[in-house]
């Protein structure tokens, strides 16, 4: 991620949720990486500590600049991120709490 952690995405989790419940997202790998890599923001989550919820209007993206890419990492106890989700959304919302990234002043 932006912060040198290591972020995966296990087959299962990418085919059985990701793809199946989120369609557009199974051209778009490479608009999630760029979001977790270089996103525009990331916030913490309202739901669950152990979540980052990222967002990046990703010219990787097949819905261009219409959409940001919303993606949900879940960070174990050693800081290895597990990709919970990932779907297009119009609006920085939904289940976000403060800003982490970029620092607020």
């Not at 990046?56 to 097949?62: G, P, V």
């Not at 990492?73 to 989700?85: A, H, M, P, Q």
């Amino acid at each position: 991620d932006y912060n040198g952690r290591k972020v995966i995405c296990t087959d299962s989790q990418w085919r059985r949720h990701i793809v199946k419940n989120h369609e557009i997202m199974a051209r778009n790998q490479k608009a999630i990486e760029d979001t977790i890599q270089y996103p525009d923001k990331v916030y913490t989550s309202d739901s669950n500590t152990n979540r980052n919820v990222f967002f990046k209007i990703s010219t990787y993206a097949t819905y261009a600049t219409k959409f940001r890419t919303k993606v949900i990492v879940e960070y174990e106890e050693d800081n290895t991120g597990n990709i919970i989700t990932a779907f297009p959304v119009k609006e920085e919302k939904g289940g976000i709490g403060d800003v982490v990234y970029p620092e607020q002043n």
